[in-house]
């Protein structure tokens, strides 16, 4: 298996008119690695995919691949291949003729194009499904023949928009396994689009997570969960619950913040903010609904939080208490379940405990939107 | 059907209903079905004075179908071999007016279908409203490009291309012409329509596996577009076979087209049961014609209403 081929975007700007749909992106890939881009709708991810695949000229910067500059240098002559948001699997040719279209294209003969055919739907898990049409198969089976066609055009790099999103829970899951297993299998790089951070996390090797344009931070999946650079990152990646503040006192990697519902609190500043955050600037603390615990009644000081709880849920693997947070949103805390009871705290106040490892903070920023 | 009616009668109420379907059916029973039916009952009687119609005469016969294979009874040839020859003449030109639309017309069509903004409606415009003149002035004005003296000789002498006028008419150029341009809108529209509802991704999707232009068109636009491209074809086909006035006053002087000779036999000879054979033959060519090329090219009948 070779090492895969890297692509690189160094300052990649681009506009559409006057609106900048990608602000100057730096991003490093590795040859063969899982890549995804993660960001709500409309962020400019499939914009960065197109300027990949050389449908889109960057309005200024560079896309390379395999250290290669690609500009001027057309989608047809790339060594990428990409699977379209809704997938683009030609209505009018056979599913076998769709897989091997890259062939026809360089002149393969029908039977060897037949043949390549059987193997790639042997490995898509749809044997003998070659001689129908895109229609008559389900929205998974066309899903796969839409990797098979990438596929088989044999590319370094493979680009996937949101290929999942047409699919129903279940099938999502069970393809993202399948695809991180075929990525592995082929060894190519995959450079992956989504708004799903579930996908993300469990399929990337590294995450972009991206705002509006702007690239907030990269990293594997554990330092974008529990080290976000960003008040964007923090909320828009997983469940958080977010306090508002000043910092009040700066002690190495901690600080202390004085928060405006709950006093003074303290956290762990996050490692891109590391000597970043002055006394007196605005920050957000962030709380993961699973490091909230039910402290002793009476406990007090710089790792505890009073909370007016609103309503409890049940929710088969965890038990999951809201109670009023700050500007409309809710403070929940997450209790695992491990056959313990569980009290009912509704309309009581009670007192929340967290260690300073599981509470990060960030400068103040935009929150990511609901 | 009954269910159709009375969904339709429910959806109009019955007053309103009854004119509809009262309008419609004379429409295509009253102008259209038994005019053309009488026709075709005129084609197979002989041509006679008024007074002998319906007399003892006035009988079946194949006389006028024959006149256009053989020529008159007693001539001196053995076919009829001017009218025949205009005949399949016509055919031809209109076939080769077609393929020249088509050949012209997709490029503008996969534009105006793939392209986006506010151009393509000013050029839609442009396309259309040249058609709210007359077809007659219309051809008039291209003699007027065309003649010994008209604007193309003129520019074409003077930049020293030809040195003697070419005569544009005597060469059916201008016929061609004309009737390629009358009927560039109904290439144009069919092809159009289809065109623009194909996804664009398609387009890149073909490209992104590393087609060429030419096979994107081949393998992924045009099969697309066949059932436009097929509606088109028929359509100039059907009208250039079937045109009168471009013929009349853009061809040579030795070139007639069957509709002129169609139109001599009515007016001219004021032979109405010939005429009609004629265009009873020209009608029913046209269309196995058409239905040949739709069954050669894999077209449904159902395609061609898109
Ligand atoms: N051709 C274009 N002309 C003008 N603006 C565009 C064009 N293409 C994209 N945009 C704008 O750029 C922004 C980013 O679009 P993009 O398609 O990259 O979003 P996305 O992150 O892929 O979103 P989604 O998850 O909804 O697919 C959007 O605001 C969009 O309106
Ligand atoms: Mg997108």
Redesign the interface.
């Known amino acids: 298996m070779s090492a895969g081929v890297g692509v690189d975007l160094e300052n990649l700007w681009i506009r559409f008119g006057d609106f900048v749909a990608v602000r100057d992106a730096n991003v490093h890939i590795k040859g063969g690695d899982f890549f995804s881009f993660l960001g709500p709708s409309g962020c400019g991810k499939t914009t960065i995919l197109r300027a990949v695949s050389g449908f889109l000229d960057p309005s200024e910067g560079k896309v390379l691949i395999g250290g290669n500059n690609m500009i001027g240098i057309g989608p047809n002559k790339r060594p990428t291949a990409l699977i379209f948001q809704n997938l683009a699997l030609f209505p009018l040719m056979k599913v076998w003729e769709n897989i091997t279209f890259s062939m026809e294209i360089r002149g393969a003969s029908s039977a060897e194009r037949r043949k390549r055919a059987d193997e790639l739907l042997d490995m898509i898990a749809l044997p003998d499904q070659g001689d129908k049409f895109p229609s008559e198969l389900s929205g998974g089976q066309r899903q796969r023949v839409a990797i098979a066609r990438a596929l088989c055009a044999e590319p370094d790099v493979l680009l996937l928009d949101e290929p999942l999103s047409a699919l129903d829970l279940k099938l999502r899951q069970h393809m993202r396994t399948e695809l991180r297993e075929i990525q592995k299998r082929v060894g190519i790089t995959f450079i992956y689009i989504t708004h799903d951070q579930g996908e993300a996390l469990t399929m990337s090797d590294d995450i972009a997570v991206m705002r509006a344009g702007v690239i907030d931070q990269i990293g594997d999946g554990k330092a974008i969960y529990n080290d976000p650079a960003t008040a964007f990152a923090a909320s828009f990646v997983g469940e958080n619950n977010v306090f508002r503040g000043k910092i009040k006192q700066v002690n190495g990697g901690e600080a202390l913040i004085s928060t405006n519902r709950s006093g003074d609190l303290v956290a762990r500043i996050s490692s891109a903010n590391q000597g970043k955050l002055n006394v007196g600037d605005d920050a957000m603390m962030f709380i993961r609904p699973e490091a909230l615990a039910i402290a002793p009644d009476g406990a007090s000081g710089d790792h505890f939080v009073t909370a007016n709880v609103t309503h409890e849920e049940f929710e088969g693997n965890s038990y999951n208490i809201f109670s009023e947070g700050e500007g409309g949103k809710e403070i929940k805390v997450s209790i695992p379940n491990l056959g313990q009871s569980f009290e009912n705290h509704t309309g009581q106040s009670i007192t929340l405990e967290y260690e300073t490892k599981n509470a990060v903070v960030v400068p103040a920023g935009e929150l990511a939107a609901e | 059907m009954t269910g159709f009616l009375k969904e339709f009668f429910n959806r109009n109420g019955i007053g309103v209903g009854a004119i509809m379907l009262g309008l419609v059916l004379f429409w295509t029973i009253g102008l259209i079905v038994l005019p053309q039916l009488s026709m075709l009952d005129f084609s197979f009687r002989p041509n006679l004075p008024p007074p002998e119609i319906g007399g003892p005469k006035d009988v079946y016969t194949l006389e006028n179908y024959k006149y256009l294979v053989f020529g008159p009874e007693g001539g001196g040839q053995d076919y009829n071999a001017v009218d025949l020859r205009v005949f399949y003449r016509t055919l031809i030109a209109a076939a080769l007016v077609t393929i020249f639309n088509l050949i012209l017309c997709y490029p503008i069509s996969y534009y105006l279908g793939q392209s986006e903004g506010n151009h393509i409606r000013i050029f839609a415009l442009m396309l259309i409203i040249p058609y709210w003149i007359n077809e007659i002035l219309r051809a008039f004005a291209l003699r007027i490009i065309f003649g010994e003296t008209g604007v193309l000789n003129t520019v074409l002498i003077g930049s020293g291309v030809f040195d003697q006028p070419f005569d544009f008419i005597r060469n059916d150029i201008a016929l061609y012409a004309g009737l390629g341009y009358a009927y560039i809108l109904l290439m144009i529209f069919p092809m159009y329509n289809v065109i623009e509802s194909l996804?664009r991704?398609?387009i890149?999707?073909?490209?992104?596996?590393?087609?060429?232009w030419w096979?994107i068109h081949w393998?992924?636009v045009i099969?697309?577009a066949k059932p436009g491209i097929s509606s088109g074809c028929t359509m100039v086909f059907m009208l250039s076979a079937g045109a009168l006035a471009a013929p009349q006053i853009l061809g040579g002087p030795s070139s007639l087209w069957f509709t002129q000779l169609i139109y001599q036999q009515f007016n001219d000879n004021n032979d109405w049961p010939q005429g009609a054979a004629y265009a009873v033959v020209l009608l029913v060519t046209c269309i196995a014609l058409v239905l040949a090329v739709m069954r050669l090219f894999k077209v449904n009948m159902g395609d061609i209403g898109k």
């Open positions: 996804d991704n398609q890149e999707a073909a490209r992104d596996l590393g087609a060429p096979r393998r992924v099969p697309y």
